[in-house]
């Protein structure tokens, strides 16, 4: 039910518990920058990160962005960039649900490491804060960049001809997209569950405990419902309504997210604009039936397009048919959401779904499909009709088939030098001095540590120096 994904979230929490209980041994100081350090355990602890995910980590480049984040954070404090303890804790709860879910539950996760949850979220708060820090900072530095057209094609001169990038065959595909969907007899089944299971937590009964039973929110259920604090943002605005209206130790009524099914929830502490929340979800199953009547609606809306090979009438009916909220306001189309600063409407084939990927490969430029049953990767079933507009075969780059690309590409490049150049000037203002096994030994280390004729501090322990 979540709009944020969590799968993407860099903080594994079993490594840093073993770079907090390295830190009782392993207490060299790598680095000293201003007035903070890096030790050497915060190094061993983020190469763990690396290690529990099967990975390898160049620890030159974990020193220097260690460094890279104090100049950062310290700039920031200049700048008076901040953070809000909402946003911490927003990033907290997502980073401990989604450990949770990796763990296997909040008990086998709390036994990896060594303490509980909330003793454990107190500890890696100074780190989290200080990373959302430094990415503040550094949005800042580079907030008023433009790439202009002039940019992009001086980026795409300075490429050498045997350097320019390939690209994949592309599509330009649109779809109507048929969610089967339960009449009001089948629905008030599901409802109902929900109703009692309210009822039966009204009477005394431990929600948790039937959260965790019955509840079908997988990221969830295992905590026995609970939520965390949450921002109005981050759940279907159903909840969110539901979730901000009522006061601490209250319930709601059950409702319904058209994406999800049936909710009812408990609000169980207010906090500025977060709060933390419990629920349970009863999400009703796809049934033949609802499936017969999605099929004849998609059959009537293909005989509909067969009619009016318009490209703009499908377009029209994308609008008025589909159920997919991600295409039906853009024509239908399927959108590319790598780029750097756009979405494209064309596709490299391999980004595409497998099985519409398999449909798509038969079609002719300017074909539309027959309906075709599809399982997405939630498991949820739908009809779906596709529009072929273009095929671009795969190519070196150039400006005319490219510029939207290339534009982005030319972004990331801009970005990239211009916060080189931010920490080049920042360097000679800064004192940093880091620890021979890394300065000496890591090329990309060699030219940031202060001149010694330079240098402020000469101690190996720096008095008042900060982590």
């Known amino acids: 039910m979540r709009k944020i994904g969590l799968v993407a979230l860099g903080l594994v929490l079993f490594a840093t518990a073993v770079n907090a209980q390295k830190k009782i041994q392993l207490d060299k100081i790598v680095a000293v920058i201003g007035n903070s350090i890096v030790l050497q355990s915060d190094i061993e602890g983020m190469n763990a990160q690396y290690l529990y995910q099967n990975q390898h980590a160049d620890k030159c480049a974990l020193v220097q962005d260690q460094v890279s984040t104090k100049i950062l954070v310290q700039q920031a404090a200049i700048d008076s960039i901040e953070v809000k303890d909402e946003e911490i804790d927003a990033d907290i709860d997502k980073r401990v649900r989604y450990s949770v879910q990796r763990a296997g539950g909040q008990d086998r996760l709390e036994q990896a490491l060594g303490r509980s949850i909330l003793q454990y979220k107190e500890e890696i708060r100074p780190d989290v804060r200080e990373m959302l820090v430094a990415q503040k900072m550094r949005a800042h530095i580079t907030e008023k960049l433009n790439t202009t057209p002039q940019d992009v094609r001086d980026y795409f001169r300075r490429i050498p001809v045997d350097s320019l990038p390939s690209f994949n065959k592309e599509v330009e595909v649109a779809e109507i997209v048929i969610d089967p969907k339960l009449n009001k007899e089948e629905k008030d089944i599901y409802r109902q569950k929900a109703q009692d299971l309210l009822d039966r937590i009204k009477k005394g009964e431990d929600f948790a405990a039937l959260a965790t039973l019955y509840s079908q929110d997988p990221g969830t259920a295992p905590q ?45 502490e207010r906090r500025g604009e977060q709060v933390h929340t419990r629920h349970v979800l009863i999400a009703p199953p796809t049934t033949p039936e609802s499936l017969d009547r999605a099929k004849g609606h998609a059959d009537t809306v293909y005989n509909l397009l067969d009619k009016n090979r318009k490209n703009d009438f499908f377009a029209a009916a994308a609008g008025y048919y589909s159920d997919s909220k991600e295409t039906k ?18 596709i490299p084939t391999d980004k595409l779904d497998p099985q519409i990927e398999a449909v798509v490969d038969t079609m002719k430029v300017g074909g539309i499909s027959k309906p075709t049953l599809f399982t997405d990767r939630q498991g949820k079933k739908s009809y779906r009709i596709f529009y072929l507009k273009s095929v671009t ?61 330079k240098a402020i501090m000469q101690a190996d322990i720096v008095p008042g120096a900060t982590k």
Request: charged share 30%; aromatic share 16%.
């Open 224 to 268: 026995g419902g609970d939520d965390g604090f949450i921002n109005r943002d981050m759940y279907v605005k159903e909840f969110t309504s539901w979730a901000f209206r009522l006061k601490a130790g209250e319930y709601s009524p059950v409702f319904e997210s058209a994406d999800y099914g049936y909710f009812f929830l408990q609000v169980l």
């Open 393 to 453: 075969d795969a190519h070196k780059a150039n400006l005319e088939q490219d510029f939207a690309k290339l534009k982005d590409y030319a972004t990331s490049d801009k970005v990239n030098r211009t916060i080189a150049d931010w920490f080049n000037k920042k360097r000679k203002d800064t004192y940093i001095r880091i620890d021979p096994q890394y300065g000496d030994g890591c090329p990309v280390l060699k030219s940031w540590s202060t001149p010694e004729q």
């Open 329 to 346: 306001y853009n024509g239908g189309f399927i959108m590319n959401a790598d780029g750097v600063e756009q979405r494209s409407t064309y």
